[in-house]
């Protein structure tokens, strides 16, 4: 699997892959795979026998906006399938002042965040894909923010999702529903610990995979949560529900 467009365009230019089809994994962390449940890794392993090449475009902390200004990589890869998995990052930038400012010194945030700010680059995205590639667009529903599902972050990703349903809808793209098989993963009538946008707890569990070696799955346990590992990224079962998904949609259309 090419672990970034760069790669991938390096081969390219070798002729490499003239005979494969290409499908990009476009995203933030929970797609990069770094810090996350590697869904996009464990896709390309099962179809590894198949000529395709993978290409992670996933980029820690991105929000909407950011994607759209790294179109140009993307549409160089001529892919034939794109997923597009982007919106945690936009929510959380909601979260408080000091998550806006945060974003905005990490990732030039450049206004006020909002779900129309969120819309307007999510459309952008989609159409630069349509009109300059070839490729079969999956759009992901965005994942919960901590496993309180009535929380004031998860109503708000609620929100987030219905409107990404309804541009995916107009536009024409297709939707994979991964909320409701994430959920499945909870324990019903539990009360999680509650997410608190607390970075440490992010660069800790982090820290756990990588040098202690813990696994994704072992570190939610540790942290009292059942799909995700830090209340914002993946463990290890939540990330089969994505590939899943994914693997269901590139059998499909390659």
Known sequence: MHRSPEAFLRSRRAGKTDSRSTV?????????GAVSSNWAAAVARRNGNRPIDFVNAGVNGDLAFNVVD??????????????????????????????????????????????????????EILENVRT???????????????????????VRVDEYNRALRTLVHEQGHELLPIRAGLQQLLTPDRTPPPYTADVAVIVT?????????????????????????????????????????????????T
């Open 205 to 253: 569990a982090s820290l756990s995979h990588s040098l202690l070696r813990r696994s994704w799955n072992e570190i939610s346990r540790r942290n009292g949560l059942e799909a995700l590992t830090d209340h914002v990224h993946l463990n290890d079962r939540a990330g089969a529900v994505v590939a899943d998904a994914v693997c269901d949609f590139v059998r499909r259309i």
């Open 132 to 154: 300059r590639t070839r490729a079969s667009v999956a759009v992901l529903e965005i994942p919960m923010l901590g496993e309180n599902l009535g929380s004031e972050m998860n």
């Open 70 to 123: 790294r179109l140009d990589q993307v549409v160089a890869c001529r892919p034939d399938a794109v997923t597009l998995l982007i919106g945690t990052n936009d929510v959380q930038a909601t979260q408080s002042e000091k998550m806006e400012h945060m974003f905005r010194r990490q990732k030039g945030l450049r206004s006020v965040p909002t779900l129309a700010h969120y819309r307007s680059a999510v459309s």
């Open 24 to 32: 990009v994994f476009l995203g933030d962390s929970i797609t990069r």
